[in-house]
């Protein structure tokens, strides 16, 4: 039986149950700091190319200001600190923030703080751009637009990012497979119990156009895909706030039966899909 990754422990759901929208929401987003090494390690980066499209769209480059809400291990920081953007990131987690300042230790224009972004002191009309790369969701819904519009100056741009499985770019059926092995093993993960805040609106643009602080923003999308064998995809499950919130017999039940399902049904080893997703809107 493979074992799960260690790291501090998030408090298990309660078996059985579903997540909630909002309060687990508050208690999974510290999760990912526990693992702030393996998270760094396994979670997937973000196509050049978005950056890219990320600089022409919102009109900045070298030497533009920006605010990074949700910075991580640098994971989006590190390309735009090379592009000569002026970061400041914010980050709850003090693991993952140690992480993405040595990875930034060559680029004097980039720092970063160990605080949420609720808790940032706004500095009004600082930033030429505000960023968010595949964190913007585990953000107060009442504070994120508000704070971001106020954070930019006149003209500035809002660009959210985040990367979400694409079933076409991977092994095919490994998805439906893998939900199957969910509701049987951690039901608590069923898809069907998953509620669709935890994760986005699924009308990102449209829901940024309603914030009424933004108008309706300019959309790109970049496919990739990366291959992992049944330990490399165990690694990543472990860095998942879901999968880290079970409580240990589960999670070691969960983890045994995903590693035999890509090692016998998939030779022991799977293809996993990506769409990087970008969205940039200018402030009203």
């Known amino acids: 039986m493979r074992a799960p990754p260690t790291g501090s422990k998030a408090t298990p759901l309660t078996k059985g149950t579903a997540l909630s929208a909002r309060g687990d929401q508050e208690r999974l987003r510290s999760t990912f700091d526990g693992v702030a090494s393996l998270y760094d390690e396994v979670r997937p980066g973000y196509p050049e190319r978005l950056f890219d499209d990320l600089a022409l769209l919102s009109g900045t480059g070298p030497g533009a200001r920006a605010l990074e809400i949700g910075c991580g291990t640098g994971q989006a920081t590190l390309p735009l600190a090379r592009r000569g953007y002026h970061l400041l990131g914010v980050e709850l987690g003090a693991n993952l923030a140690a992480v993405a300042r040595t990875k930034l230790a060559d680029h004097p224009n980039a720092r970063v703080l160990a605080c949420s972004f609720e808790e940032w002191p706004l500095e009004e009309e600082a930033f030429d751009l505000v960023v968010s790369a595949t964190a ?86 970049h496919r990739f895909a990366v291959s992992r064998d049944a330990e490399g995809y165990l690694r990543l499950l472990g860095t998942f706030s879901s999968h880290r919130a079970l409580d240990e017999r589960t999670r070691l039940r969960l983890f045994a039966a995903v590693g035999r399902l890509i090692d016998e049904e998939y030779g022991g080893r799977v293809i996993d899909g990506y769409r990087s997703e970008l969205y940039v809107s200018r402030k009203r």
Not at 166 to 187: C, I, M, N, T
Not at 193 to 213: C, I, Q, V
Request: no cysteine; net charge negative; glycine share 10%.
């Open 136 to 221: 913007f969701h585990w953000v107060d819904p009442r504070v994120r637009y508000r704070k971001s519009a106020q954070a930019l100056r006149p003209g500035g741009s809002l660009a959210l990012v985040w990367n979400r499985a694409d079933p076409e770019g991977g092994s095919e059926g490994f998805l439906e497979a893998l939900e199957d092995v969910h509701r049987r093993e951690a039901p608590e993960l069923a898809p069907e119990r998953r509620p669709p805040s935890l994760d986005r609106d699924a009308d990102k643009a449209g829901e940024m156009e309603r914030s009424g602080f933004f108008g309706r923003p300019e959309e790109r999308v």
